[in-house]
């Protein structure tokens, strides 16, 4: 039982250059999440998925786009990176996404754009 | 004005010693509190959860909240160097489905 996995751990990227940040949890939860986390601004939503086949945004969607794949699975897209993207991000999940409810973190993903 | 305010810290005190982290926020629809706590280069895991008003005993650790003056704490007692970590408050509105975070505090304990 891994939990949430994330990949990459560490990528550099040149302005305007796409990626695609991988997430996956092996835990049966229905919602999950993408946040960003920068110094002084704490965990900032990006996306949420509710359950498979819904997405809705965050605080912070301008430049990402996101995938739920399947139940298991939720991609973060960035089609043209910039360099005020450069953060850790990560991938959450919840069981029904109740307020009562622990969300699960992954390790994070350390993006750095030039 | 960020609808949650935490003092980034760091804060540094000695081992053994009773630590008090604070947040505080706008949103009066804020039902559910947590803390967080998040080990350098991990992802954040669940320390605490309260709903509404009044305390939560966990061991060492008691959560506090007072929605009449917008204003949650988190008390460490006996203080260890395992418990230096970066402590985030979240709250959540009834059906939002969102968690808004703190900027989180930065905690070193000192052997």
């Known amino acids: 039982n891994a939990g949430v996995t994330q990949t990459p751990k560490f990528q550099v990227l040149k302005t305007g250059q796409s990626m695609t940040l991988q997430c996956a949890q092996d835990?049966?939860?229905?919602?999950m999440y993408w946040y960003r986390q920068d110094p002084g601004m704490g965990l900032r939503l990006i996306y949420y998925?509710?359950?498979?086949?819904?997405?809705d945004k965050g605080e912070v969607p301008n430049g990402y786009n996101v995938s739920r794949l399947n139940k298991r699975e939720f991609s973060l897209r960035l089609e043209s990176a910039a360099p005020s993207q450069t953060s850790v991000y990560f991938c959450?999940?919840?069981?029904?996404?109740?307020?009562?409810?622990?969300?699960?973190f992954g390790p994070g993903t350390r993006l750095l754009v030039l | 004005q960020k609808e949650v305010e935490q003092d980034p810290g760091p804060l540094s005190v000695p081992e053994g010693a009773i630590v008090s982290l604070n947040c505080t926020y706008s949103?009066?629809?804020?039902?559910?509190f947590m803390w967080y706590r998040q080990y350098s280069r991990k992802g954040p895991e669940l320390l605490m959860y309260?709903?509404?008003?009044g305390n939560k005993e966990d061991g060492r650790f008691t959560a506090q909240v007072d929605k009449s003056s917008k204003y949650i704490s988190l008390f460490i007692r006996d203080s260890q160097p395992s418990d230096s970590a970066t402590y985030l408050c979240?709250?959540?509105?009834?059906?939002?489905?969102?968690?808004?975070f703190g900027q989180g505090t930065r905690l070193t304990i000192n052997p």
């Open positions: 959450a999940s919840s069981e029904e996404g109740g307020a009562w409810e622990t969300q699960y």
């Open positions: 835990m049966n939860h229905n919602s």
């Open positions: 998925s509710a359950s498979e086949g819904t997405t």
């Open positions: 949103n009066s629809a804020f039902q559910y």
């Open positions: 309260t709903y509404s008003s």
């Open positions: 979240a709250m959540e509105a009834q059906g939002a489905q969102k968690l808004v």
